[in-house]
């Protein structure tokens, strides 16, 4: 389980979060919704040790992160796998290089790395496209390379930067079949941000809304549609007029 407990963090004055609190069940896949510049990046890189908090404590399996030391905190942060929202795959080297990069860096024999490889492109429908390069793969295909570079260290938790930015939708729903059943397959706790709302319905367990860096609204995909909170109504209609301002 994940537990953040009134998080607040603020960059040349301009407070970012302020004072979120939240809590993610190990297996679930938990959706954090929000404008562009609602937190939602700063949240996570808080999660995984990159960003330290001004105030407020994050719990991974009941053990509190933010005051760990360098090396203590590496040990956590094993436990996680992050797919980031541009792939950011190493353009000099192939998807299976890619994938090895952070395998390497375990210690794992090699017999192991390559079947990791193999395994890991299997289960995002990818098989035997190890030496292609990235600039020879479509933006979907780079995400799902992305994804399997994460699964192949064997996260237990799987953190994903807006999933669907950036494709088509049709692509974006392979997206989500595919965050569906890396849960349902590897039984691996899921954290996605995202601004898109038919992604976030489509996956997610339960919802958190960020809204000026605190979650003003959190439960089930229908409990935030049937939501009586005029900003998180006003978020899922798109609208933008009014009093109520989304950052």
Known sequence: ??????????????????GVNLEILDGEIMVIMGGSGAGKTVLIKHMIGLLKPDRGKIFVDDLEITS??????????????????????????????????????????????????????????????????????SG??????????????????????EPTTGVDPIRADSINKLILRMRNSLGVTSVIITHDIVSAFSVADRIAMLHDGSIIEIGTPEQIRNSPNPIVQQFIKGESEGPVRII
Do not use: C, W
């Not at 389980?1 to 302020?18: A, P, R, W």
């Open 1 to 18: 389980m994940i537990k953040i407990v009134d998080l607040h963090k603020s960059f040349d004055g301009n407070k970012v979060l302020n």
């Open 68 to 137: 760990l030391k360098e090396e203590e905190l590496f040990k956590v942060v094993r436990l996680f796998g992050m797919v980031f929202q541009g792939a950011a795959l190493f353009d000099s080297m192939t998807v299976e290089e890619n994938i090895k990069f952070g395998l390497e860096r375990l210690g794992l024999p090699p017999d192991e790395i390559e079947r990791r490889v193999r395994d890991s492109l299997e289960r995002v429908d990818l098989p035997g496209i190890e030496k292609l390069m990235p600039s020879q793969l």
């Open 140 to 161: 979907g295909m780079k995400k799902r390379v992305g994804l399997a570079r994460a699964i192949a260290l064997r996260p237990k938790i799987l953190l994903y930067d």
